[in-house]
């Protein structure tokens, strides 16, 4: 069922944003996908908030701030960018097609792969409608929430970086000779939330904490 909802948000939102033309296709792309990493920038810091307002949000901050970022960042972003910039590009008859079905296409598979990472944070059963952590939830070909998660991490050591070492959703450990030393616990931490809230252990409502080098002292990672 999942796999079917994905499609179906990457087959709307292609077709949409397309429907637009060349030019609002980028735009519209570049928009989503600076919107997407603000989100995923400050939905922690601003769940915390909205859980010292409120019991209510005790285990919905999380989803709550990650699509209420997003939306408000995508809007302020668009809006803002036609404010500025009052222009359309002509594009080359030739390029045009190619052009606004490309960018349509990165379009929706962002959408989705930031919405697939958001029922990470979701107030559900640990599997729910074929979703599960452990699964390429793409038509089991892709798993669109965990390159949406190596993006951000990406960008958080590199673009931007804070020059502290610090990146996003990331535990240093040494396993064996595994060569690799740096592991991500986004997708294990929620998993653990939702099986917890599932069968009403009172951890539930409790933020889920980052995974940490053993000895090292625990801090709630604000993103990048």
Same mark, same amino acid.
């Given at each position: 069922m999942i796999d079917v909802l994905l499609l179906a948000i990457l087959g709307v939102v292609t077709w949409c944003v397309a429907s637009d033309g060349a030019w609002s296709a980028v735009v519209t792309f570049l928009c989503t996908l600076i919107a997407g990493l603000i989100a995923m920038n400050f939905f922690e810091p601003v769940a915390a908030l909205l859980e010292g307002i409120s019991p209510f949000f005790a285990n919905r901050s999380d989803m709550i701030a990650l699509l209420g970022l997003f939306i408000a960042a995508l809007f302020a972003l668009r809006l803002g960018f036609e404010q500025l910039v009052k222009l359309h590009v002509e594009v080359a008859p030739m390029a045009h097609e190619p052009i606004r079905w490309a960018f349509a296409f990165f379009t929706g598979y962002v959408s989705m792969a930031f919405l697939l990472t958001a029922l990470h944070t979701a107030p559900l059963p640990r599997e729910f409608l074929g979703f599960r952590a452990e699964r390429p939830n793409f038509l089991g070909l892709a798993a669109p929430d965990r390159q949406w998660l190596g993006l951000t991490q990406f960008v958080s050591e590199h673009a931007l970086a804070r020059g502290d070492g610090h990146s996003f959703d990331t535990a240093?450990?040494?396993? $064996?000779?595994?060569?690799?030393?740096?592991?991500?616990?986004?997708?294990?931490?929620? $998993?653990?939330?939702r099986e917890r809230f599932s069968t009403g252990m009172g951890a539930a409502a409790a933020p889920a904490q980052p995974v940490t080098t053993p000895g090292a002292p625990v801090t709630t990672n604000p993103g990048f």
């Open positions: 240093r450990m040494k396993v $064996a000779s595994y060569p690799n030393s740096e592991w991500s616990s986004f997708p294990i931490r929620y $998993a653990t939330r």
